[in-house]
């Protein structure tokens, strides 16, 4: 006799209602303050808030991508409920001016410093 596997007791529009987490998204990118636009105007279209978002400034690569040597690096802290990632993932991957990004959950405040940069800095200062 074949086993059933049981039935997920939450309905799909339950799942969508979970709370937001936080997440970071960095891209290389040619335009920053092209990039950074649409970036902001997509989390907004998705009901996320932007928590901080920076240019870090150019970066050389150690290969070149579409036949650039350097490109920029925005960052952009941000809340948003797990059920729009999906979506956000799919319209960022479709970008043409984002060269490439990463999309990574935060788990730590933003503006706690690293514990190394931390341990540095004692150091430096004994």
Known sequence: ???RLAQ???AP???STEAPKQYLI???TADPA???KYLEKMIDEHSGAIKKSEDLGPRTLAYPIDR???LNLVSV???ISPAAIKPLNDKLAAQDSIARYLLTIWRADIDQTKPKAAKKATRANV
């Open 13 to 15: 529009s339950e799942t």
């Open 26 to 28: 960095t891209a290389l």
């Open 68 to 70: 650039q040597r350097e």
């Open 8 to 10: 997920s007791s939450v």
């Open 77 to 79: 802290f941000f809340s």
């Open 1 to 3: 006799m074949p086993t």
């Open 34 to 36: 092209k990039a950074l």
